[in-house]
Structure formats: structure tokens, C-alpha cells
């Protein structure tokens, strides 16, 4: 069965600089969420989107921003990079909107700013 | 949502049934209980959720006490694979945006 997709896998940037991650959720699915995971730390939800409309908000940086597109892929804007901005970032989609379909998440991408 | 509380590290010896509890204690009446596990480095992975009755997939069983403020996540015969963290959490739909606690920190010992 599809899957979450998300590129890149790994992603090196230097400090001050901007990045963009993609993610394309599973077919028939219209909602994304985006989450960071430090090293060592839990999954933080950054921000969720659901018919290209922004749904929640979590601790997510002013530098950051997303969106989500016609086709429903997603995709996460991260300007002005630190270091702190080193983590996994992950993916995930589901389908409907309060019902109890699960998350299905993406393998990440590993983001590491120097 | 309730909150929940899972012991932070379980060792289980392959091969055995691995027995993972959460208490949720505050859970109210329309709130399910979802576990999901992430396996190092990797996206997390939905295992299987239930409101009150138990249930039962082809990865895992979920037994909910009567009252619902626990449950307990049981992998039946485990491999090494099954070494991860799993994550217990309370949500009205299963589609809303999970908020991770620590977890507990499964290793399957040889």
C-alpha cells in the first residue's frame, strides 16, 4: 500500500539559510500534520492542514511557515536556519475530519544546519 | 485530552508476550485510547486504538479495564523488531493531532 512520502531524506544547510521539505500523503487523503523530533526528544507537532487550509497550530517558529497545495502534498518552509534547527521532521496524513481514521506517517527528513 | 502515564523502559524476552500498561485515569467517556511505536529513527507507526471493548489486530491486542482509566498493549509473541518506543495516547478522533508523552522504551532482549 502507498505510504507517506517525504523528500528529502537528508538535508544539510548552513546557518541563515532557508530549506523546503515535501511531503506527499497517502492517496485520498486531505490531511497533513508536520512534526520535529530533536535529537533524543518526543515528536512535537509543528502545524496540521486539512483541505489546504491551515487546521492547528503548535510550537511552530514564526521563521517556518507551510501549506498545503491542489494535489494535497504539503510542504514545510523553514527560513533563517539555526542550529537548533537540526531534527527529524516528519510527515503524517490521514483521511476525514472527526473520525477515527489513524495518523500514517513519513520516514522524515533529517535536517542538519551547520 | 487526558494525560497518560507509561513506565519509561520494559525489557521482554523474545519470543515471550510483552505487556505494555498506560493509565489514563482522567479519560473522559467519548475518548479513545491509540498506541502507536516508533522504531528508531523512523516515523511512527499506528498500532491499533479502542474506546472500551477490547481489541485485537494483526499486530497487537489493546485490553481496557471496565472503568477505562487503563489499558494495557499486548504484543503477543515478540521479536527483536518489536524493540521501540511506545507511545499510549488519549484522543476524541483519531485524526486529531497527537501530542507524544515519554513513552515506554520496549527492548526485546535474545
Known amino acids: 500500500a502507498a505510504g507517506v512520502i517525504q523528500s528529502p531524506r537528508h538535508l544539510i544547510k548552513e546557518k541563515r539559510e532557508t530549506a523546503t521539505l515535501k511531503c506527499y500523503p497517502i492517496p485520498r487523503h486531505d490531511t497533513v500534520y508536520w512534526y520535529q523530533q530533536g535529537p533524543g526528544q518526543d515528536p512535537q507537532f509543528l502545524i496540521s492542514?486539512?483541505?489546504?487550509?491551515?487546521?492547528d497550530k503548535g510550537s511552530i517558529p514564526d521563521r517556518f511557515s507551510a501549506q498545503q497545495f491542489s494535489d494535497y502534498h504539503s510542504e514545510l518552509n523553514m527560513s533563517s536556519l539555526e542550529l537548533g534547527d537540526s531534527a527529524l521532521y516528519f510527515c503524517a496524513s490521514s483521511s476525514g475530519q472527526g473520525d477515527n481514521s489513524p495518523l500514517h506517517f513519513g520516514n522524515g527528513t533529517r535536517l542538519t544546519v551547520t | 485530552d487526558a494525560k497518560t502515564t507509561q513506565p519509561p523502559s520494559m525489557d521482554c524476552a523474545e519470543g515471550r508476550a510483552a505487556n505494555l500498561p498506560c493509565n489514563h485515569s482522567?479519560?473522559?467517556?467519548?475518548?479513545?485510547v491509540y498506541w502507536y511505536r516508533q522504531i528508531h529513527s523512523q516515523g511512527p507507526q499506528y498500532i491499533i486504538h479502542?474506546?472500551?471493548n477490547n481489541e485485537t489486530n494483526e499486530m497487537a491486542s489493546l485490553i481496557i479495564t471496565e472503568d477505562r482509566k487503563s489499558s494495557t498493549l499486548i504484543l503477543p509473541h515478540a521479536t527483536l523488531r518489536d524493540t521501540a518506543v511506545y507511545y499510549c495516547i488519549v484522543l476524541n478522533f483519531g485524526n486529531e493531532k497527537l501530542t507524544f508523552g515519554t513513552g515506554t522504551r520496549l527492548t526485546i532482549i535474545p
Open positions: 479502542g474506546l472500551k
Open positions: 482522567t479519560i473522559s467517556g467519548n475518548e479513545y
Open positions: 492542514f486539512y483541505e489546504k487550509m491551515q487546521s
